[in-house]
């Protein structure tokens, strides 16, 4: 009998499943139906970890919020966060088991350290937070980001395939969004009104669906001309390209485009080599020039009285319209709002994720707007400096400004170390998505949803593992030796 039921468990396992779904179902419940997906999901994910978290950025594009589709509320995009919280106990779980699931370089890292203070004060804002439960959500939610895309993502990339594959698997499903929004634009004409909601349901508005197009528009022009890729991988670059081209200009996103003129102009500091004094000195002159003339320039954005429309030429011109544009006014609106929440709460702000419920009271009657809203319907700061500067007081803003600031220090160090190749070029890809996101943090913020915190923390995690991978001392033996041999 032992031996019967050791060699034909599995199939009597089946058996009595079949039957006692086909009992329950009869009884209307159905619940049992998704034991075989999560134990297919359960065993891939310990079995397979590497694919899960590749899938995750596959799917990351095509995920849709509950919330979105009115189901009591739930604001969990799915698959991808559900999949993110069972890899976030799983790998704390390991942690605490094994202890050295992460390089321990990775640990001392500053864009570590600076992700990790960032972690502490917001588990701190928690406390004196005027809603405790959502600010608890909105750590949690930060905690799978950051611990799937980040921590587990730096042991994906050891294997230097996988940084490829990171990006050409969000891509695959990007392309997928990309065209079903431009056949969707298409029946309206590309006209700018639909433009706000034809990638729905795949993204809540046409504002992060242009973040995200620009996220990756440096490495698809990377791609055309990536070393080791075949003709045809360049091939399927060209259009990946084209296509994402098409699909920003068509989003009328002019936050979007902001970013990708700044991109462009950092990626020319970088090719220059300009240093970093010569930066600062024309960044300080400006200021200066800009302060002086501050009246001048404030009298000529509000004469401009053009709003954004299907030209696109005016809907350039419409980015300066702060007399007409309700779009830009809400903006400053809102940034208001959250200038006068820091007044009230200067140290902890008040609590993270809570400002979308708490600023109504704090707009001014000059500042408010057409769309303005007392219901938190349209949500956020617009501001990734802001929004932290409101939800978790200065503390939280100057610990924003350190993670960027973090970050783009070791990217242009890594950079102009690096020799020319692959890794060079995917280093710059990835560093020049962030920048994007980086000018386009002034304008909105999208942190807190999965679409965008994918390639955030995945692109930041690339950076990382590659500086760890080329530190500066080797870089500088290795072209120490290189002069040595040339001078023989």
Known sequence: MVRVLRNWWIPLACVAFILLNAALITRDIYWLNVLPAALLIGWAVIAATDKVLLFIVFATPLSINLEQLDLGGIGVAVPTEPLMVVLMLLF???LALEGK????????HPVTLAILAQLLWMAVCVVPSSMVLVSVKYLAARLWFVCTMYFMATRLFRDPRNMHRFFWCYLAGLAIVVGYTLVHHAQFHFEEDPAHWVMSPFFKDHTSYGAILAFFLPFTAAAVTM?????TRRGVAVFLLLLLLT????SYTRAAWVGLAGAGAVFMVMRLRIPAWAIGVVALGAGMVA???MDRITIAMERNRTDSNDDLAKHVSSISNIRSDASNLERINRWNSALAMFNERPVTGWGPGTYMFQYAPFQAARDRTVISTNFGLNGNSHSEYLGPLAEQGLPGMLLVLVLVGTITWTAVRLWSRLPPGGERMLAGAAFLGLVTYFIHGFLNNYLDLDKASVPFWGFTALLVVLD???PAASAQRKRQESTAISSK
Not at 101 to 108: G, L, T
Not at 227 to 231: F, L
Not at 247 to 250: A, D, K, Q, T, V
């Open 92 to 94: 704390v779980l390991k």
């Open 101 to 108: 699931v992460i390089d321990h370089r990775v640990w001392r």
């Open 247 to 250: 699909g920003i200009l068509f």
């Open 468 to 470: 760890l991978k080329h």
């Open 227 to 231: 070393p080791g890729y075949s003709r």
């Open 291 to 293: 302060y002086a003339n």
